[in-house]
Nanobody, 116 residues
């Protein structure tokens, strides 16, 4: 059984930075993608960024140039470096893992609040 644990959320002022981490527990699995999604109050969950084991990255237009996704495949960990944060980035951020079997796992979410 795979479990995802996120960390790194919090309260930050506009223009600030945060780094989210997501560790996938378990062993012996191969994945096709890991990524970050977010859900703001009253809105649908949306893609933020994804990364493949080969390093291909995909970003939402709203975060391009501000956010950077990276991974440490040996540690089953994915990171999201968030810079130049805006109030509209406020949301619960979720980590997602898609295995080669296309089984999908989600983390419990971590709150990011951007406010002065």
């Amino acid at each position: 059984q795979v479990q995802l644990v996120e960390s790194g959320g919090g309260l930050v002022q506009p223009g600030g930075s945060l780094r989210l981490s997501c560790v996938a527990s378990g062993s012996g699995f191969s994945f096709v993608a890991m990524g970050w999604y977010r859900q703001a109050p009253g809105k649908q969950r949306e893609l933020v960024a994804t990364i493949t084991p080969g390093g291909s990255r995909n970003y939402a237009e709203s975060v391009k140039g501000r956010f950077a996704i990276s991974s440490d495949n040996a540690k089953n960990t994915v990171y999201l470096q968030m810079n130049s944060l805006k109030p509209e980035d406020t949301a619960v951020y979720y980590c997602k893992l898609v295995l080669v079997t296309y089984s999908t796992y989600w983390g419990q979410g971590t709150q990011v609040t951007v406010s002065s």
